[in-house]
């Protein structure tokens, strides 16, 4: 039985689109969209653990980090159990030149790569693949909505 795992996710804004990345269960036949983030390490807050996880994955800054939900997640992939407590945050980049960029390259620590690319939540909802995790798709077009009314 594998440990809880908590993970810190950011959502970036370009407009209506979300930076996300895209990936499959070859295990299951499913796909999956996701936020860029990563694992919260021991005596690390959320809010830190997102900072480092882009800094490290996306070799960027992130400006104007707010905590957006908190959201349990217990699943399967890839034919093994997982329990996530992911904390969702909402920040923006310091480096506008990524915003002109279609996709952006990322690095795990292992050294494998990996590409994120702006979605609309309704471009994400008709691709077939499902966003984790669930419930926070809902949860940013709610937030999308709101921010809209106020523009």
């Not at 440990?3 to 796909?31: M, N």
């Not at 349990?72 to 997982?82: A, I, L, P, Q, T």
């Not at 969702?88 to 480096?95: I, K, P, R, V």
């Amino acid at each position: 039985m594998s440990p809880i795992r908590a993970v810190a996710l950011a959502a970036v804004w370009r407009g209506h689109e979300l930076l996300v990345q895209y990936f499959g269960d070859e295990v299951a036949g499913e796909a999956f969209w996701r936020l860029p983030g990563g694992g919260i390490e021991f005596g690390e807050f959320g809010h830190d653990a997102a900072l480092r996880e882009i800094k490290e994955e996306l070799d960027a800054d992130l400006v104007d980090l707010r905590h957006l939900a908190t959201i349990e997640n217990v699943f399967n992939f890839r034919g093994e159990d997982g329990h996530e407590i992911v904390f969702a945050y909402e920040a923006s980049f310091l480096d506008l030149a990524l915003y002109d960029m279609e996709s952006v390259q990322g690095t795990e620590s292992s050294g494998e790569t990996f590409g994120l690319t702006w979605k609309s939540i309704p471009e994400m909802r008709d691709s077939g693949a499902k966003f984790v995790p669930p419930g926070l798709l809902d949860i940013l077009e709610d937030r999308l909505l709101s921010r809209s009314s106020r523009a």
